[in-house]
């Protein structure tokens, strides 16, 4: 199917991890503050009308920034994690559709709820993981962190299209 010699195929594999770890956080973070300065900003107006107070647009700046840095931060493994397990399925599988990178979203999504459920950290341990008491709120955290994931993914997907075309079907 290809005639691509193996470090080439390595150096392909980690383009597309990569291009994961980039555009995943970003397209997370830029998402979440559109969504966040949409839905906020009327809520923001009457709050400022009913109390009176002035807050300045350069705190508001500030804290966007703030935001999106945590948020990439945030969402920087779980990048990286879904595309090694696409590079996978693109390199190793021969399987590059859109699907597969929805199935490893899916899959980390559902890795990081369940360490949640079998990793408690100490008080003062810098890990920060949501404390998930039942398998059932695994479940639920796993659904509502592939909605974004798969936003992000099918993204990543197609920015990387120009490393896996021509490897798999």
Request: charged residues 5%.
């Amino acid at each position: 199917m290809s005639s691509l010699s193996p470090l080439s195929l390595v150096v392909r594999a980690f383009a597309t991890v990569a291009v994961f770890a980039v555009t995943g956080p970003l397209t997370i973070a830029l998402t979440s503050v559109a969504a966040i300065a949409a839905l906020g900003a009327p809520f923001f107006e009457l709050f400022t009308a009913i109390t009176g107070v002035s807050i300045s647009r350069n705190w508001l700046f500030i804290s966007f920034v703030l935001l999106i840095g945590l948020i990439v931060a945030g969402s920087a493994l779980p990048s990286i994690c879904a595309g090694i397990a696409f590079a996978l399925s693109a390199f190793v599988f021969k399987y590059a559709a859109i699907a597969a990178a929805w199935i490893a979203a899916a899959i980390v999504a559902l890795g990081f709820a369940v360490a949640g459920v079998l990793v408690t950290p100490s008080e003062s341990s810098p890990l920060i993981l949501v404390s998930i008491g039942s398998i059932r709120q695994a479940l639920s955290l796993a659904l509502l962190l592939f909605v974004p994931a798969a936003f992000a993914a099918s993204v990543a997907w197609l920015l990387s299209r120009p490393f896996h075309r021509g490897v798999a079907a």
